[in-house]
C-alpha cells in the first residue's frame, strides 16, 4: 500500500508543479505582452491605418509608422467617422464615384466576430425557432423551444409537455427534405433583435446543410446544395461544416460564416448561398481571434493569433486589395520562453483559449529538455547510490524524474525518503 500511496502522490506532484513552476517562471521573466492594434482600410488613402496602444495611450499612425493628428486620421476614414464629418461639414459627396449618404453608410456597415472557444462551448440543445414572417414590425419569441434528437420535438416552456401536432409535422418535412438524424451543428442567432430572421442552418448526420425558417407556422426546410447553382452544389454536398455563426444585417448580404470540415473558413453570401472563401494563408480555428468589419466600399479581415497579426483588405467583390501581416512579440519565441521550454519537459494548463472548458492541456517542451530529463534521471540515481538507498522501492522516485524532470528532482527533496 506504501508504494501505491507513493505512486499516487509523485503523480499528483509532478501534475501540479508542471502547472505552477512554469505559472511563477512566467510571471517572473515574462514582459508586459503588447496589445494588438486596431486596424482600419482607409478608402482614401488605399492602405491601412492603426491604432496602436503604448504605454502614454493611444497614437494614430499608418503602416510606415507617420503619426497623425486626431483631425486627420477621422478624415482618412470617412466611413468610420462620418458622424463626426458630418458635424464638422467635412464628408465628402463621393468616394471612389459612389455616392455617400449616412443613411447608405450605416445601412452597409457590419461587424463579426468570431474567437476559438465559440467552436466548443457548453450550449443547451433547446432552439427557439422564430416566426420569419410574423407581419410584426419586431421579431417575437415563441413560447416554446425546438429540440432535435432522433425526431423533431417542440417543448412548451410554460408547461414543459411536448407540442405533439408541431412537433410531428416539422419531423414530416424533415423526412421529406431527406433529413437524417441525428444532426451534426445546430446554429442560429436566437434574439428577437435583429431585422429579420435566417432561422437555423443544421448539418445532419450525413454531413449535408440544411436551413430551417418556420414560415407562417409551416416548416420551410431546404437543403443548400440542392436550391444553390449547379456550379456550387458539389462544393456544398463536401462541405460537411463544423462551425456557423448565423449573421442577420440589414443589407442581407452575408448570411453566415461558417468552417468547414478541412478548417477552412467561408462566407455564405447573398441569395444564391455564395461559398466566399477567406483568403488566409493558413487559419487555424483553435487559435485565430477573427473580426470581419464591413463598409459601404470594402470589406476588412483581420486575424489575431499568439504570436501573429494579419489583415486582409477586400472589395465588394471580395477579391483581394490589400494584405498586411505582423510578427507579435511572445514569451514562447523570446530567449526566457526557450529556456522555459528546455527546463520543463511539459507544462500543464488547465484553461485554454481554445474552449470554455476547464480541462488538462499540455504543452511539451523541446527535444532538448528530454536530454536535461536523462541528465536529472542519471545524477538522481548516482546520489541515490551514494547514500545507499538505491533499492526497488526508488523506482516511482525515478521514474518521477524521468518524466517530469526538475518537477520529479523538487518532488524528491521536499518529500520524505522512501522506507
Known amino acids: 500500500m506504501k508504494i501505491i500511496a507513493r505512486i499516487l502522490l509523485l503523480t499528483v506532484g509532478v501534475l501540479l508543479l508542471s502547472h505552477y513552476l512554469p505559472e511563477g517562471y512566467r510571471l517572473l521573466v515574462a514582459k508586459k505582452r503588447p496589445r494588438p492594434p486596431l486596424v482600419f482600410y482607409s478608402c482614401v488613402q488605399k492602405g491601412f491605418l492603426f491604432y496602436r496602444y503604448n504605454d502614454h495611450g493611444t497614437i494614430m499612425v499608418d503602416e510606415a509608422g507617420t ?38 453608410i450605416k445601412r452597409e456597415r457590419l461587424s463579426l466576430r468570431i474567437r476559438p472557444d465559440m467552436l466548443d462551448t457548453p450550449l443547451v440543445p433547446l432552439y427557439p425557432l422564430l416566426e420569419a414572417e410574423n407581419g410584426r414590425v419586431r421579431l417575437e419569441m415563441p413560447n416554446d423551444f425546438m429540440r432535435l434528437n432522433s425526431r423533431v420535438e417542440f417543448v412548451v416552456a410554460a408547461s414543459n409537455a411536448l407540442d405533439q401536432a408541431k412537433s410531428e409535422k416539422f419531423t414530416r418535412a424533415f423526412a421529406a427534405a431527406g433529413f437524417v438524424f441525428p444532426p451534426r451543428l445546430v446554429a442560429g442567432n436566437s434574439t428577437t433583435l435583429k431585422p429579420y430572421d435566417e432561422g437555423y442552418f443544421i448539418v445532419d448526420h ?31 454536398a463536401a462541405l460537411q461544416p463544423r462551425f456557423i455563426h448565423v449573421q442577420e444585417v440589414d443589407t442581407h448580404e452575408i448570411r453566415a460564416f461558417l468552417i468547414a470540415g478541412d478548417n477552412r473558413p467561408y462566407l455564405v453570401v447573398g441569395k444564391d448561398y455564395r461559398l466566399v472563401p477567406l483568403p488566409f494563408e493558413k487559419f487555424d480555428p483553435s487559435q485565430v481571434n477573427l473580426v470581419i468589419r464591413g463598409d459601404l466600399l470594402n470589406r476588412l479581415l483581420t486575424a489575431a493569433t499568439e504570436d501573429s497579426f494579419d489583415a486582409i483588405a477586400l472589395n465588394r467583390n471580395y477579391e483581394v486589395v490589400k494584405r498586411y501581416h505582423e510578427a507579435v512579440p511572445t514569451l514562447k519565441n523570446s530567449t526566457a520562453g526557450k529556456v522555459r521550454s528546455i527546463i520543463f519537459p ?9 474552449t470554455n472548458y476547464y480541462g488538462f492541456f499540455f504543452a511539451p517542451g523541446i527535444f532538448a529538455a528530454l536530454l536535461v530529463n536523462l541528465l536529472l534521471l542519471v545524477v538522481s540515481a548516482g546520489w541515490l547510490a551514494f547514500r545507499r538507498q538505491l533499492t526497488v522501492r526508488c523506482l516511482p522516485d525515478l521514474a518521477a524524474v524521468g518524466v517530469g524532470g526538475i518537477f520529479g528532482v523538487v518532488l524528491l527533496l521536499l518529500l520524505p525518503r522512501t522506507g
Open 67 to 104: 503619426n497623425y493628428e486626431r483631425t486627420d486620421f477621422e478624415q482618412l476614414l470617412p466611413l468610420d467617422n462620418y458622424l463626426q464629418l458630418l458635424r464638422n461639414e467635412s464628408l465628402p459627396k463621393s468616394i471612389d464615384g459612389v455616392d455617400l449618404s449616412p443613411e447608405k
Open 206 to 236: 450525413a454531413g449535408d446543410t440544411f436551413q430551417l425558417r418556420m414560415v407562417h407556422g409551416e416548416p420551410e426546410l431546404k437543403k443548400i446544395s440542392a436550391i444553390v447553382p449547379p456550379a456550387a452544389q458539389a462544393q456544398w
Open 346 to 354: 511539459f507544462v500543464l494548463d488547465f484553461e485554454d483559449n481554445s
